[in-house]
């Protein structure tokens, strides 16, 4: 494809989204899932293969009113705050309609969570009542207190018998015929997506009904255009990151069937694209070397692959296994699917690009003034449309300085080519993203600043084939001490009481002489990073438990 000829097909993709952006999309999560249901009836939605469990498009719109009701009879309301703490079942996508349904909020909650995590959580998203797993309800209990609006008369358990609230009671004894009493709409609060994002504790994003629906939407319209069709969906991410939500309701939108993974399995999941014929996933690149080329690739059936920051030979790998097109997207929870690689740009799609902007995304590339740079010229990536997230949750300084009037501000920098595609080039904001996990580099220090005994610390990220990024922090101990009078045993123990265990670091280096600074004495990561030729060199490596 020429660059001229490139250009001309871009404008007229640009022109085709700008002209749906005319069409009419349901109102609400509840409205999407009823409207499915009457037009897909007894097909199967999603299939829970490790469990042996499944709902068809009706049983989920009926099993949501059940639920609804129920829960409106223990006192939720629109508005009212729910957290979810659920595994991979289907509890989570049928308490996330209902509660739509009610026009409540949903609050989802990383099960991997310490106490302490999760009281944050908790406390900050105003949660009122929780609907909590029986596997993760000793975490709940072990809580010194309960957060200021949540008492135990408000949990729900699901999976095991319980004095309170039980999930499946709720289920089995609400009314079919639900109708919620108060008017729900697209500007309604829908979710509070708590993400590290680039700047330290979690924060809330605050997400409507239309966000997911103009997400759904964007989703479904550009896999639909896959040779063949798309009807089987792999869902192998945890429920409470964004992937599997959208993915879930892109499936419902493409009348297809989601199969879903307990938790992700590199060894099976060769296993999983052949047993269930799956046509669409995000692919983990580190799946290509852990299932390296035979003759059972050709009983692969992938018609499309969502991929992120893959290598080039890696795409050119998975095309000429499988015969499908890698394409890469950008987005983030403030702004959903931001852009795609359009299906008729194949070759486009080996070079890194994240796309043309989606319908109701527009994208403008900015430098440190916020003014926009020319083509070819990196700046911040700065997004505006319809349904974007409203902002952070309580944070009127993060959204002060995240937001240029009605633009959004990424925090990453990218360059657009000629033809009007786009690439992401790095990142403003310190953030590690470790096998999809976003861990907020401040977060992680402010804990290990507060062990006796250490002074200062740098976190930073380091390449990993595997994960793509690890964790890595630089220590500088109190004056007089040295590295055997706190150990990494004990720093690893400290971090495990405090953070999840994601973001708990692999490796520790203990300086022995300052950081290298700024003129205001903060710490010079990007000095430090690059004076390191190798980064782990004289490290500790907690994973295989000695020095390096």
Known sequence: MNSSAGTVQAEAEMARRRREESLELPETLGEFVRERAALM????????????????????????????????????RKGSHVALMLGNSPAFPLSWVALGRLGAVMVPVNTAYTEEEIQFVLSDSDAQYLIVDAAFL???????????????????VHGAAHDGPRWEDLVEQGRADFVSTTPVARTDLLNLQYTSGTTGFPKGCMLSHDYWM?????????????????????????????????????????????????????????????????????????ALSQHPASERDAQVQLRYVSIYGWTESARREVRRRFNVVAR???????????????????????????????????????DEAGQPVSDG????????????????????????????????????????????FYYLVGRIKEMIKRAGENIAANEVEAVLRSLDGIEEAA??????????????????????????????????????????????????????????????????????????????????????????
């Open 214 to 286: 103009i997400h759904a939407n964007n989703s479904a319209r550009h896999r639909r255009s896959a040779e063949g069709g798309i009807e089987n969906v792999l869902i192998w991410a945890p429920f409470f990151y964004m992937d599997p939500m959208w993915q879930f309701l892109m499936t419902l939108k493409l009348g297809g069937t989601a199969y879903i993974a307990d938790r992700m399995s590199l060894t099976r999941f060769m296993d999983w694209l052949v047993s269930y014929r799956i046509h669409y996933c995000i692919f983990p690149e580190p």
């Open 459 to 548: 976190v930073v990220p380091v390449p990993d084939p595997l994960r793509r990024e690890e964790v890595k922090a630089y220590l500088k101990l109190r004056q007089g001490l040295t590295r055997d009078d706190l150990p990494p045993e004990r720093v690893f123990e400290h971090c495990t009481r405090h953070l999840a265990a994601f973001k708990v670091p692999r490796y520790l280096q203990y300086m022995v002489d300052d950081f290298p600074r700024t003129p205001s004495r903060k710490i010079a990561k990007k000095t430090l990073i690059a004076q390191v030729q190798d980064p782990l060199a004289g490290v500790y490596d907690r994973q295989e438990a000695r020095w390096r």
């Open 377 to 420: 010229e990196a700046g911040e990536l700065c997004v505006a449309g319809r349904g974007i997230f409203w902002g952070y949750y309580k944070r009127p300084q993060a959204n002060a300085e995240s937001f240029r009037g009605r633009w959004f501000r990424t925090g990453d920098i990218f360059r657009r080519d000629d033809d009007g």
């Open 138 to 156: 000793p975490r709940i209990q072990a809580m010194r207190e309960l957060p200021p609006l949540l008492d135990a008369g408000r949990i729900i």
């Open 41 to 76: 009836g007894e097909r199967v939605a999603a299939v829970w293969f490790d469990q042996q469990r499944s709902l068809t498009y009706r049983e989920l719109d009926v099993q949501a009113n059940r639920l609804a009701d129920s829960l409106m009879a223990l006192g939720v």
């Open 328 to 366: 890469e997207g950008y987005g983030m929870t403030e702004i959903g699917t931001g852009s795609l690689v359009p299906a008729w740009a194949d070759d486009k799609a080996i070079l890194r690009t994240c796309g043309l902007p989606m319908v109701f995304r527009e994208f403008q590339i900015c």
